[in-house]
Nanobody
């Protein structure tokens, strides 16, 4: 059974940093591209960043480019999202997803976590 679990969310002041982690089990981790999505109340889900199977390629939403860094450690079946210079508009539930393609199209991801809340105060 595949399980995807996020951690690392919390409350931080604007300008601060957080590091999210996502650990997947029950699958061959390096067979999957991974991605972070987020959804704020009343807003559509947004693709934040994705990373290829080996970690050699990454992609970011314009809203986070230069502030967020995605990475993965295939030996630990874990993906990370380092978030710096956080803004109140980054407040959302952040979800980790695993899928066969290197993409930010949410409907192409097979496995999803339950989410971790990130709240940025002004």
């Amino acid at each position: 059974q595949v399980q995807v679990v996020e951690s690392g969310g919390g409350l931080v002041q604007a300008g601060g940093s957080l590091r999210l982690s996502c650990t997947a089990s029950g699958l061959t981790f390096d067979d999957y591209a991974m991605a972070w999505f987020r959804q704020a109340p009343g807003k559509e889900r947004e693709g934040v960043s994705c990373i290829s199977w080996s970690g050699g390629s990454t992609r970011y939403a314009n809203s986070v480019k230069g502030r967020f860094t995605i990475s993965r450690d295939n030996a630990k079946n874990t993906m990370y999202l380092q978030m710096n210079s956080l803004k109140p508009e980054d407040t959302a539930m952040y979800y980790c997803a695993a899928g066969p393609l290197f993409t930010l199209s949410a409907n192409l991801f097979n496995y999803w976590g339950q989410g971790t809340q990130v709240t940025v105060s002004s």
